[in-house]
T-cell receptor, first 122, second 112 residues
């Protein structure tokens, strides 16, 4: 079964550089969530999109922006990178509309996670 | 105080043992997630449940909504079960704003 795809899997950047992380949700999932997990920390919610519109915003720095495109993939753009941005960035997708096909997902609203992008800022 | 608390934080077991990880939460929720994360690895959704019990292989999850408590059980534990197990609850007004609030995780090590 198709899973959430994230690219790149690993990224090394210098301070003050820019990075773009991509997330491709499970087909027919309409909601994407971005989470940041610092070393030894719990994941923290950054931002989410539903049907290409921002649906919620968490502790996302102003230096970061994100969007969801017409094909439902999402990109997280990070500028002026700082050492503290080094983390594992997860994307998760869910189906938040009432699809009746149970083969597409186990539970309505259940979030499925991608493998993450490990960002290292030097 | 965290909205989602897990216990224990660390757990070492011998292969074959029955394992229980507990999760308590202080907020009203519609469902609760149990997730698994291997060291340095991605997050895998194990269960999402809103009532009763769910079973998948050697994993069993239960939830008591009234008591705001959930447990994850692993029967006949195996070294490959060694991972961090995370309890997470959605926060939001339902629908598309179900961002997850994560517990601190339980680091499980199963020794052969």
């Amino acid at each position: 079964a198709a899973g959430v795809i994230q690219s790149p899997r690993h990224l090394i950047k210098e301070k003050r550089e820019t990075a773009t992380l991509k997330c491709y949700p499970i087909p027919r999932h309409d909601t994407v969530y971005w989470y940041q997990q610092g070393p030894g920390q719990d994941p923290q919610f950054l931002i989410s999109f539903y049907e290409k519109m921002q649906s919620d915003k968490g502790s996302i720095p102003d230096r970061f922006s994100a969007q969801q495109f017409s094909d439902y993939h999402s990109e997280l753009n990070m500028s002026s990178l700082e050492l503290g941005d080094s983390a594992l960035y997860f994307c998760a997708s869910s189906a938040d509309t009432g699809y009746s096909d149970p083969s597409l997902f186990r539970s309505y609203n259940e979030q499925f996670f991608g493998p993450g992008t490990r960002l290292t800022v030097l | 105080k965290n909205e989602v608390e897990q216990s224990p934080q660390n757990l070492t077991a011998q292969e074959g043992e029955f394992i229980t990880i507990n999760c308590s939460y202080s907020v009203g929720i519609s469902a609760l997630h149990w997730l698994q994360q291997h060291p340095g690895g991605g997050i895998v959704s194990l269960f999402m449940l809103s009532s009763g019990k769910k079973k998948h292989g050697r994993l069993i999850a239960t939830i008591n909504i009234q008591e705001k408590h959930s447990s994850l059980h692993i029967t006949a534990s195996h070294p490959r079960d060694s991972a961090v197990y995370i309890c997470a609850v959605p926060r939001g007004d339902g629908g598309a704003t179900n961002k997850l609030i994560f517990g601190t995780g339980t680091l499980l090590a199963v020794q052969p």
